[in-house]
């Protein structure tokens, strides 16, 4: 909290060389118990004998400070709760630092044995299911296929090396599926293993983030943790 000069204020208040002083809205905000209670031990100490102030009057003030007084704590304690519970998100990601993730993507990025894996979704059953390695240059550095797939989640996986056990790829890898159903040729949903390198909180208190091998993502993207 920002602190207040309150003898400046008092003296802005009782002498008439700073009656031109202006105390504007953000100055009055400021001030705390201490100073309304400063505030009307002077405003009893000055008051005119013949003409007291009304106590109905200073009833009411006493009850609407201790209404914002009663919301500043209130405040003061939501911030300690959100700081709190952000406290223990970040200390619930942080456990998930050295894990796997898999998330909705077309892009499978090496994990930490340098193989790659991920599920292709099928709502109907197909007759065949194939499933391209793409590099960055357009070239499928590797393929695989199956046939007579049932409808649901079929896993993929390729440890990244060729027939001879030479590593083939070291980077992202676009993943291309095509699925045969009844002739037809469609394109299914595709997810992809990501390892977690760590995690970061942004400063102004927002939701952690995931850093993986796709780049910041949020935990809500997780479809399921390895």
């Not at 070291?170 to 469609?186: E, M």
């Amino acid at each position: 909290m920002t602190s207040t000069d309150t003898s400046n204020s008092l003296g802005s208040l009782t002498d008439p060389t700073s009656a031109s002083t202006t105390v504007n809205s953000s100055a009055m905000s400021q001030l705390n118990q201490n100073d309304f209670l400063r505030l009307m031990t002077t405003q009893l100490t000055t008051q005119d004998p013949f003409n007291p102030v009304d106590n109905t009057q200073m009833v009411a003030q006493m009850a609407q400070f201790s209404q914002v007084a009663g919301i500043a704590q209130m405040n003061q304690s939501l911030q300690q709760l959100v700081t709190s519970m952000g406290g223990n998100r970040i200390s619930d990601a942080a456990s998930w630092i050295g894990r796997s993730m898999l998330v909705q993507s077309d892009i499978a990025t090496p994990l930490r044995d340098g193989s790659y894996s991920g599920a292709v979704s099928l709502p109907n059953g197909a007759d065949s299911v194939t499933i391209n390695f793409v590099d960055a240059n357009g070239q499928v550095v590797h393929s695989q296929s199956a046939t007579d797939q049932v409808a649901g989640t079929m896993p993929f996986a390729w440890d990244g090396k060729d027939d001879d056990g030479n590593v083939v790829a070291t980077g992202p890898l676009s993943i291309q599926v095509v699925a045969r159903v009844n002739g037809q040729n469609t394109s299914p949903a595709t997810a992809t293993w990501t390892s977690i390198a760590g995690i970061q909180s942004p400063a102004n208190g927002g939701a952690t983030q995931l850093v993986t091998g796709l780049g910041i993502l949020s935990p809500e993207d997780a479809i399921r943790l390895a």
